[in-house]
């Protein structure tokens, strides 16, 4: 997910029962080149088996999730939620 008053870098928030983690998106040249995980200030951590599938998502969705970032925050398009609930693979 996206807050709406984010600011760059590109990234986006994974959330699970209350705990989150980031993701954090280093773009180079227009490609990604890396995906970063941290913690979020404040919120407890998730879990080992929500870390991971929420770095699947993100590793799976990585252009639809730039792409939605573009959409939102440069371009101030309307943009619709996706609500993942079932793994990818």
Do not use: C
């Amino acid at each position: 997910m996206f807050y709406a008053n984010e600011h760059e870098p590109v990234h986006v928030h994974g959330k699970s029962q209350g705990r989150e983690a980031r993701a954090e998106f280093i773009i180079i040249n227009g490609l990604v080149n890396e995906i970063s995980y941290t913690n979020v200030t404040g919120r407890p951590p998730l879990q080992a088996n929500e870390l991971r599938y929420f770095k699947e998502i993100v590793s799976y969705k990585s252009d639809e999730i730039i792409a939605k970032w573009i959409d939102f925050f440069v371009l101030h398009k309307s943009i619709t939620s996706e609500n993942i609930t079932t793994r990818l693979k």
